[in-house]
């Protein structure tokens, strides 16, 4: 659980911030954390012509069917294109794009249940 999970099971649905700043629009803590662990696993997400930022520019990592479904974790990332940037081994980056993803799925139940309840 991260800390923005661990200060909204304090704080719960009452407390609310401006996500993204400067937005207006008003979210809980959990749903904040819903979003940083989905921008951060689109990452290693396929866009519409099938490429993944985390490879880049690298084509062979983007369409060689040898590589292209083997996922590299790397030490750290461009801000502005996901790219992976440095040692491409971080076993601690795996175990936290694992927690994201996992959170990242919860999130997408959480809502889809809401809609499902708002609708009834």
């Not at 937005?23 to 689109?42: C, P, Q, W």
């Not at 012509?49 to 985390?54: H, K, L, Q, Y």
């Not at 040692?87 to 959480?110: D, I």
Request: hydrophobic share 35%; glycine share 10%; with cysteine.
């Amino acid at each position: 659980m991260g800390p923005l999970l661990l200060y909204h099971h304090y704080v719960d649905d009452d407390f609310k911030v401006d996500y993204p700043t400067g937005s207006g629009k008003m979210m809980t803590l959990r749903e904040v954390s819903d979003e940083l662990a989905a921008r951060l696993t689109r990452i290693f997400q396929r866009d519409k012509a099938g490429s993944r930022p985390v490879f880049g520019a690298n084509q062979k990592l983007q369409t060689d069917p040898h590589w292209r479904d083997y996922l590299l974790f790397h030490e750290y990332f461009h801000g502005d294109t996901g790219a992976g940037l440095g040692a491409s081994h971080q076993t601690g980056w795996t175990a936290l794009v694992a927690k994201m993803v996992e959170e990242c799925a919860a999130g997408k139940k959480r809502k889809a249940a809401q809609m499902t309840a708002q609708k009834a």
